[in-house]
Nanobody, 126 residues
Framework: QVQLVESGGGLVQAGGSLRLSCVAS????????LGWFRQAPGKEREFVGA????????FYADSVKGRFTISRADTKNTVYLQMNSLKPEDTAVYYC???????????????????WGQGTQVTISS
């Protein structure tokens, strides 16, 4: 049974930092690209960023580029999302997901991902 479990969310002030973690089990982790998405109340789920199966390539949405960093630790079956210079508009539930592997590069749309975590709430106060 595949399971993804996010953690690390919380309430921080604008300008602060958080590091989210996502631990995966039940699948060959090191070969899978992984992505982070977020969903704010009343909005559609949006792509935040992704990391390739090798970890050599990362991709980010323009809204987080330069502020967020994705990394992975395959020995721990874990992917991380380091979030710096947080803004109130970053407030959302953050999800990690495994890429289906249909394309050469990780997808940017939620339908390109198959397994999802339950999400972790991130709230940024102004």
């Amino acid at each position: 049974q595949v399971q993804l479990v996010e953690s690390g969310g919380g309430l921080v002030q604008a300008g602060g930092s958080l590091r989210l973690s996502c631990v995966a089990s039940g699948l060959p982790f090191s070969s899978r690209a992984l992505g982070w998405f977020r969903q704010a109340p009343g909005k559609e789920r949006e792509f935040v960023g992704a990391i390739s199966g090798s970890g050599a390539r990362t991709f980010y949405a323009d809204s987080v580029k330069g502020r967020f960093t994705i990394s992975r630790a395959d020995t721990k079956n874990t992917v991380y999302l380091q979030m710096n210079s947080l803004k109130p508009e970053d407030t959302a539930v953050y999800y990690c997901a495994t890429d289906r592997g249909l394309m050469v590069r990780p997808g940017t749309h939620s339908d390109e991902y198959d397994y999802w975590g339950q999400g972790t709430q991130v709230t940024i106060s102004s």
